[in-house]
């Protein structure tokens, strides 16, 4: 039976890396190119031709290194021959821009060495997840949308929300990666009665997860989300009070571009937004968190341009401010630096040109869905890693993935790892080499060092599967679930799948 006769009987693969746009449900990605589909058609034919000399059922060479490097050496090949059919296999691409280095795909055990046993601190500082059980699925029906579009690809559990639940966080995260320490955060909320995951309930992961590793230093810290646009300032302030008050706040975090309205705010604003950042200050609370590009449901574009966040981190010079997603969005594809973009990365290297930021001050940036998104493009990965490690600072990017939407966060982990911004674009832009030091910063020890985790301490291993666990600190899963691909994406991938996701939810986008 031909390769082709036996993908179509089989059902289309989950690819751990698959070319193009991805959608993690949060926005809506552009149409899939015919670069695509024969990146695509590089990756499934060499699945087929190693699985093949390896007597490995297709799916479970999918599931190993070897799928991965598969993945990475096509993205390469497809780089640097425009998209042509040519047999993905060991490259180290001679066209300026970004490589994946990999061994051959069929070598399981040196893909293996090469892309799954690092070694490396990671700590991703953009982690999430849901309580099924809460408020919100009652008092925020756009919140609940925005999950709902979020959910892994052959989810099967009767309340589907269990599938992006604190049980498949703890297992995504800390047993089917290599995380080290994961901050949660949460999605656009005003507080406990709409939030996914309340401050509360953050805490109960943090807990959670040290008691299904037995001990040791934490695995699991916290961010506290705010929104001091919905509803009186004062009681937003006293939230942020209460919630500093336990003791475990590592980050307020805010998105200036939403409300249930769609009517952002600035963080300079004197009635708003820097009353919010002195209360923190006050607090002792000194890294400040704001999501800015990747526009989400409720958002009012004026109010998600990074200036404002720039400008307030000149007016507190003894705080951090970490720019989520570094102000990336899909509307526009990174290449070199262009001062007058009006949004991207762009865009927040000239607020800081204009406010006289310098590398290394105390603007950060995470690359949450930003590294997902680029990667199966690796001249716009370099352009992306070059620009931020080169004007931010290489000590000043932070490793974030926006687990568990995107499914285990280990085949991006594995990708960072290959990466390399080829000599000719060092040369021609100024960017840096990805050296082995400069990742194992990105990876964990720029925060490492900004949220004071001593990344040499003891952390112990997950010693039970917290999906099948009896511990009533984790739910019990039922004997009968299938559990997807731990590669699997979470939600609609497509551009087609998720407009047709957004046809059949769209009364729950609508602005509350």
């Known amino acids: 039976?031909?390769?082709?006769?036996?993908?179509?009987?089989?059902?289309?693969?989950?690819?751990?890396?698959?070319?193009?746009?991805?959608?993690?449900?949060?926005?809506?990605?552009?149409?899939?190119?015919?670069?695509?589909?024969?990146v695509r058609r590089l990756i499934t034919d060499e699945v087929d031709r190693?699985?093949?000399?390896?007597?490995?059922?297709?799916?479970?060479?999918?599931?190993?290194?070897?799928?991965?490097?598969?993945?990475?050496?096509?993205?390469?090949?497809?780089?640097?021959?425009?998209?042509?059919?040519?047999?993905?296999?060991?490259?180290?691409?001679?066209?300026?821009?970004?490589?994946?280095?990999?061994?051959?795909s069929v070598d399981?055990?040196?893909?293996?060495?090469?892309?799954?046993?690092?070694?490396?601190?990671?700590?991703?500082?953009?982690?999430?997840?849901?309580?099924?059980?809460?408020?919100?699925?009652?008092?925020?029906?756009?919140?609940?949308?925005?999950?709902?579009?979020?959910?892994?690809?052959?989810?099967?559990?009767?309340?589907?929300?269990?599938?992006?639940?604190?049980?498949?966080?703890?297992?995504?995260?800390?047993?089917?990666?290599?995380?080290?320490?994961?901050?949660?955060?949460?999605?656009?909320?005003?507080?406990?009665?709409?939030?996914?995951?309340?401050?509360?309930?953050?805490?109960?992961?943090?807990?959670a997860a040290a008691k299904v590793t037995g001990g040791g230093a934490a695995r699991v810290i916290v961010q506290n989300v705010i929104a001091p646009n919905v509803g009186p300032l004062g009681a937003r302030l006293d939230d942020m009070s209460a919630a500093a008050a336990s003791g475990k706040v590592a980050a307020f975090k805010v998105y200036t571009a939403w409300s249930p309205s769609a009517h952002g705010w600035s963080l300079v604003d004197p009635a708003i937004g820097l009353p919010v950042v002195q209360h923190a200050h006050d607090l002792g609370v000194k890294v400040f968190v704001a999501h800015k590009g990747l526009p989400l449901v409720n958002f009012d574009p004026a109010y998600n341009h990074p200036d404002d966040v720039v400008a307030v981190s000149r007016l507190f010079p003894d705080m951090q401010f970490v720019v989520f997603h570094a102000a990336w969005t899909p509307a526009r594809r990174e290449g070199p630096y262009d001062a007058t973009a009006a949004v991207g990365i762009d865009s927040l290297l000239s607020a800081l040109d204009r406010h006289g930021v310098p590398p290394g001050s105390n603007v950060w940036v995470d690359l949450g869905t930003v590294w997902r998104q680029v990667l199966t493009d690796p001249d716009q990965a370099a352009h992306v890693l070059?620009?931020?490690?080169?004007?931010?600072?290489?000590?000043?990017?932070?490793?974030?993935?926006?687990?568990?939407?995107?499914?285990?966060?280990?085949?991006?982990?594995?990708?960072?790892?290959?990466?390399?911004?080829?000599?000719?674009?060092?040369?021609?832009?100024?960017?840096?080499?990805?050296?082995?030091?400069?990742?194992?910063?990105?990876?964990?020890?720029?925060?490492?060092?900004?949220?004071?985790?001593?990344?040499?301490?003891?952390?112990?291993?997950?010693?039970?599967?917290?999906?099948?666990?009896?511990?009533?600190?984790?739910?019990?899963?039922?004997?009968?679930?299938?559990?997807?691909?731990?590669?699997?994406?979470?939600?609609?991938?497509t551009r087609r799948e998720t407009l047709a996701w957004l046809a059949s939810h769209a009364t729950r986008w609508l602005p509350a």
């Open 108 to 207: 399981v055990p040196a893909c293996e060495d090469a892309l799954a046993k690092g070694g490396e601190f990671i700590f991703d500082v953009h982690t999430h997840h849901v309580m099924p059980d809460g408020p919100w699925r009652k008092d925020a029906l756009s919140t609940v949308g925005l999950v709902e579009g979020m959910l892994p690809a052959g989810c099967t559990d009767a309340d589907p929300l269990e599938c992006v639940d604190r049980a498949a966080y703890l297992h995504d995260l800390f047993l089917s990666s290599d995380t080290t320490v994961a901050m949660l955060t949460d999605v656009p909320n005003s507080g406990p009665a709409d939030a996914p995951v309340p401050f509360v309930d953050a805490l109960g992961t943090e807990d």
């Open 386 to 493: 070059g620009k931020l490690l080169s004007r931010v600072g290489a000590d000043r990017v932070l490793w974030g993935t926006d687990a568990v939407w995107y499914g285990s966060p280990q085949p991006q982990i594995m990708a960072l790892r290959a990466f390399e911004i080829t000599a000719v674009y060092q040369e021609r832009f100024g960017y840096p080499a990805l050296t082995d030091g400069i990742k194992r910063q990105i990876f964990g020890l720029n925060a490492a060092g900004l949220f004071g985790v001593d990344p040499t301490a003891v952390r112990c291993a997950v010693t039970s599967d917290p999906l099948t666990s009896s511990q009533p600190e984790v739910r019990q899963l039922q004997a009968d679930r299938v559990l997807p691909s731990p590669w699997a994406p979470n939600g609609p991938v």
């Open 50 to 104: 190693q699985a093949a000399r390896l007597g490995m059922d297709r799916r479970r060479f999918l599931l190993s290194a070897g799928g991965v490097a598969a993945c990475l050496s096509a993205f390469s090949v497809a780089s640097c021959s425009g998209g042509g059919r040519r047999a993905a296999g060991p490259t180290t691409t001679s066209r300026p821009g970004g490589t994946f280095t990999v061994p051959p």
């Open 1 to 38: 039976m031909s390769p082709r006769r036996r993908r179509e009987l089989d059902g289309p693969e989950v690819l751990p890396l698959p070319p193009g746009p991805v959608a993690n449900g949060e926005f809506v990605p552009s149409p899939l190119t015919a670069r695509d589909a024969a």
